[in-house]
């Protein structure tokens, strides 16, 4: 398991996933149907969010046509995050840090009321993006799911 | 409908209403329970995410044994938010903006692959906390239903 | 709809567009009047703040004589403001900043006073830039026109 | 005309004129048709954002029942906006600042379009907060109405 | 189990351990000695670092004379961290940050290549401060001990 | 000893031993034992965080078989850390900053107590990275080792 | 009027006009008697910070024997400063902003002390910068002259 | 001459001058005339922006019947500015940042063209507000006058 | 030794010498003399950034008529620093912030050149200020001399 | 005199110096006493600290045999600084700037007790980094030598 150390190397290989999605039209949530995985996943794969084992990134490669370049580096750990912690201005993935500015304080109250001193794993977790059909327009439905970390005392 | 003026108002609205849930031993679940709520959304209320109708206030009021100048806080939009969109340090906080500093772009993909250009919105919105039990230890599953609005093209 | 994954795309969509509006000699103003659309929305498609139905696309590259790759980008959700959200320091760009740091507070007095605890959506939502004759010098007039959007109590 | 010296000074003075609003159960609305005024420039006044005639400021007092000081102080120049340009988390106030960050630079490219190189003014300036009725939701109307300034050539 | 509400509460009980100690001469590793606990751990439960279980909470309040409210409070979780992410200016904390600015990329490549993609957890972890004499002058030890946390992928 | 001046001389460094590395499968602990060193300290140098010996660097080039220019850049002086002190978002960056920012207060106050007034060296210092294997999981167990620096008095 | 969209294309006018002016070994003072213009003017169309007059343009252009291109950039309404407000690090530059970080609270003392509640424009406004000799070492002297602007009340 | 130590002392000392002022109906330009001083640097002195002689803080202090503690704060140097070098939201302290923020490189290129490498002195230096009537409406001129400080070769 | 815990502390310290010596009319220069110590080192210990000996401590508060709890506080290690790494706006300060901004990669080339890769040690360190007579104006000589600190290899 | 318009060219000319050097094998030491001149003000003109008379320049640039181009770039005002005001993370810079961060207050009492309301001059100023040899290792000997500017007061 070796770092990643070219910044290029992966954009270059979300560049190719891309451009081919879009040569055939595909979107995360075909692909996922036809690798039998999980389109969040897929996505966070692309995006710098997550790395995969051979199997998957061979699978995931060869629906889109890919080489074995997109497989080695679907493999490696991603350098996550853009570098600092900051909050981005495109209204789409700013409200994702609007829910946590205006309700983070009792979303802490309420995990210390029930789990104790500890957090929400974000590593040992999943995240799901789903649509949902609402009378009045569809709604986004995003779920956190991490592992409860109590504080180790010792 | 009357906009907050004095930010120590609603802190000390606050402070009356978790020295009351202290004392009574209770917890926001219980008073969900109790007044027939949602545990989340009565924990937004008290830490400045939310405002109640009438007669929520009324009913969160009673079960704390508190007054009328609470029931009128308790009514007011809040300030929300802390001053400036900044990331915290506690970590159960951090958790909820690491999430989007590493998924986001691939939310953000997700989002419009299956909706278009758009949002989920963080008003039109609700906030779920849970506690869900797992073999190898119990896990917080944080749901974020939002409607999706499209942006206009005028 | 598929994301937009690749800065420079939207950027080198703009640099066409303005070329062939420099080499044409139009206004943003001519060709709102010739495609019959409005010249705020069709401002705001070249400078990443807004997508385009195939239609529309297709009537603005007409006018400026311009390709299918053009009318491709322009129907993507753009990457939204500047990265982080930040203040500018043009004199131009920063008096929109201004407004709402000196009459901000009075502004989210006024919609809590007459709408309650919401906002006014920046999603569903259009603005304008208008020339308004005054004998002492023109007025620019803006204005922000967005669906008032109540907080979900739950 | 003397300059404010103690921040406080002004913070006291809106704390006295919104208790008294609530007393009375009067918005800004309410009194502004009392005095003849806008209930902007009201609320502006309030909000350290504007200061007054001696006229309007003993109009404005007398129908909150509010003393000589309130007078005093309603006439002198505020230190406008909150210490260094912020853009504030909550989110009524962020959308104010989302605005210009997603439409900003087309809304600089029409100013420079249809007047040349300069800026709206945000001194002669007028701003106002409207509700307009829609059949699927009411509207927030905000207007920005300000002299257009050309760049002096010396 | 009851999240912390007041800042204040905390800083006051941490005066009084501080009080306590100094007036009875005694160190952490004094008191660590006397309850049979670690001292670093007792030194992070006083600095807003940790939550204790009653029992210890009444075994270190004891040692000092400390009465009820500190067990109590020493019990709750606190807000760890000074609010933001920052790095502070006092050299002996700077320290502590200036080796993951130096060495932080080295440490994740190691990690990375030995463990996967994964982190250091810093919630199943324990931390220690220790002494070890060196012929040219005693050195400080700092051990960080955390759990590997593997990412999931799902 | 003449200090580095072009920023990209370094990384250009860092490329070609990555690059060397995977393609012979070694891993930094590989080459350790090959050169008879540690494991860590070659990755510091490898990540910008430390100059070698000419030995050092000619025996960890040579086992890379890499030339005289690499060897050349491992002894000059590095420019460390990224420009400003600044937080990463990455997680497994992250947690290096999240123990000093919650255990920071507790490790300066231990230090003081049995030191005095100083601190921890970050030069005349080692970091090791080790894998400690435990029932529930590996753990990662990460080492500051630096001599203590009194304040001199004058 | 068109809006400047390629922030290269400035910096290419501005090194040619330097580029010229080395050449021919003229100082902006030179070039403004040349043309009978201001040299300061000079100086800011050339930085970013002015646009010109057509006929302006080609007298300018003409004494340095530039061509058509350049004539049409200097037309064009520049992006002016530098992205955000920033202070810089170079202390020819910084000294601009210490007399207002250690003079500005008397200055706009002065002005609402004997203009009233308003501005000096920096729109409406004109800056020299000169020499005058002084027996003790020339003074550089700095003159900002701009209208003032009265806040307008509504 | 010994350093102020407590940043309170010098604001008592400011209120006190600002509120005879206010009592006494004096602007700083009747106070200056009185004194024969200059009112820029009276308000100087009054702003945390200079220090003053023993016979001229006897004088201003007499024109307002201030005592002796005003005299001794005046003559103490004051900690000038806010802290950190930060560009205020307020518009009339703006505008004095705004204008390096635009015309600082022209500035800068001028002073190097016609001084060579060097500054002007903030320092030994003075500043002066004034008002010149103006058919269309008075000007606010602002002269910064300090001695050319070459840069030192040795 | 105990870590100081209550920021106050200190500062009212600081008052209480300040106080004594403005009564005693007595500079550090003064105080130095008499109790045979350094100037710049009281001054240190006076503004957080150095603790002293019983013995030195008790000198210093005999010399000021400063009782039992001033040498107390004076032999604690002080919070060094204001917070967080900032440059200060006050010139005096700004300047010896300046000097490295300016000058530091000239002083790190010729510390690598001459010492090879380590640092100036801030830590095994001290500082001067002293006064130089010179024809045309005073100097204000400043003296670091700190241990060269080498990085090390392991 | 011209002022600097292209970041690069100095740049540029720094490469050529600092290659020129390492192919010679010479320090800035070895340069200096060739041409008669001061190590840090050579290494000062090299990092865009300083500007040379035409003299020096030739000397220094006959010494590595380089060419016209470099004598011209030496003789023109650089850039100084990085930017904006900013603390480094690289260590050996680092600590510059740690000095002042603790024992900035204490200097700055020194000089106005010493000189008055004033400053150390940056500018009439010159730095010299000297080796001391000591029994336990040498020091680094940073001077700082800079006229005193009183404030001047008008």
């Known amino acids: 398991m070796i770092p990643r150390n ?5 954009s270059e290989t979300r560049s190719k996933i891309l451009a081919a999605k879009e040569e ?3 979107t995360f949530s075909d692909i996922a149907e036809q690798v039998g995985g999980d389109k969040t996943f897929l996505a966070s794969a692309t995006y710098d969010a997550a ?3 051979k199997d998957d990134a061979m699978a995931f490669a060869e629906v889109l046509d890919l080489g074995r370049d997109v497989v080695e ?3 490696k750990p991603p350098m996550k995050g853009q570098g600092e912690p900051t909050i981005p201005s495109d ?9 946590p500015q205006v309700y983070g304080p009792a979303m802490k ?8 001193d500890g957090i929400m794993s ?5 995240v799901s993006v789903d649509k949902e059909p609402h009378p009045e327009g569809d709604h986004v439905v995003i ?6 970390l109590p504080y180790k005392r010792w």
Chains 1, 2, 3, 4, 5, 6, 7, 8, 9, 10 share one sequence.
């Open 6 to 10: 070219e910044i290029n190397d992966k």
């Open 24 to 26: 055939k039209g595909m």
């Open 51 to 53: 790395s995969m084992t």
């Open 73 to 75: 580096e679907l493999q």
């Open 91 to 99: 209204p789409c993935l700013y409200r994702f840090y609007e829910v």
């Open 109 to 116: 109250a309420l995990i210390h009321e029930e789990f104790g």
């Open 122 to 126: 974000a590593i040992d977790f999943e």
């Open 143 to 148: 779920t956190y799911d991490g592992k409860f």
